[in-house]
């Protein structure tokens, strides 16, 4: 099973600063990463596909990045409704599996 | 719009079943993989299992297998998740997710399943 460590696990930021979280896979799963974004009592919203690509209608201030097993969701500049957990997951191989999460806390 | 709509939720005591249903529309169901995700309270997510568009490949994650069925009925644009020898652990948000253009690309509103004696 290939497991995914995020890095924070939360993190309090101001509004307009520049957010980084980093996904790191436990072995190589090429560009086959995908980020998430869950804000509090609704479904997780994908945000990034394949490492770097942006979902639909996603705002440009999201981006991703990296390769292999080192990943990163930037999010430039943090807007106040940015508030959520955000989740990396892995579907290189079965089981498919999830990052255990980054809470982002508006300061 | 993509609609993912779930039902079938509820309180259910540990050896109990249940069946999750999982209405779809918005998007050509009957060409897509479907999935179930879940989330137990205040914790991360878990893939649980996935299905193709035709059924003809099935997936689970160890934890399930044996106890959860999954599967379609593509004349009714819908998805199931038939639950056996349920658990305290099973415990969680159920999540309907296709899988389009992306993997794991649109989420249902999500049903809780509370499995308590």
């Known amino acids: 099973e290939i497991v995914l460590t995020q890095s924070p696990d939360f993190q309090s930021v101001t509004p307009k600063e520049k957010v980084t979280i980093t996904c790191r896979a436990s072995q190589s799963i090429g560009s086959s990463l995908h980020w998430y974004q869950q804000k509090p009592d609704q479904s997780p919203k994908l945000l990034i596909k394949?490492?770097?690509q942006s979902f639909s209608g996603v705002p440009s201030r999201f981006s991703g990045s990296g390769s292999g097993t080192d990943f990163t969701l930037t999010i430039n500049p943090l807007e106040a409704e940015d508030a959520a957990t955000y989740y990396c997951?892995?579907?290189?191989?079965?089981?498919?599996?999830f990052g255990q999460g980054t809470k982002v806390e508006i300061k | 719009e993509v609609q993912l709509v779930e039902s079938g939720g509820g309180l259910v005591k540990p050896g109990g079943s249940l069946r999750l249903s999982c209405a779809a529309s918005?998007?050509?169901?009957?060409?897509?993989?479907m999935n179930w995700v879940r989330q137990a309270p205040g914790k991360g997510l878990e893939w649980v299992s996935s299905i193709s568009s035709s059924s003809s490949y099935i997936y689970y994650a160890d934890s399930v297998k044996g106890r959860f069925t999954i599967s379609r009925d593509n004349a009714k644009n819908s998805l199931y998740l038939q639950m056996n020898s349920l658990r305290a652990e099973d415990t969680a948000v159920y999540y309907c997710?296709?899988?389009?253009?992306?993997?794991?690309?649109?989420w249902g509103q999500g049903t809780l399943v509370t499995v308590s004696s």
């Open positions: 394949y490492a770097s």
């Open positions: 918005g998007f050509t169901f009957t060409i897509y993989g």
């Open positions: 997951h892995q579907s290189s191989s079965l089981p498919w599996t």
């Open positions: 997710v296709s899988t389009m253009i992306a993997n794991l690309d649109c």
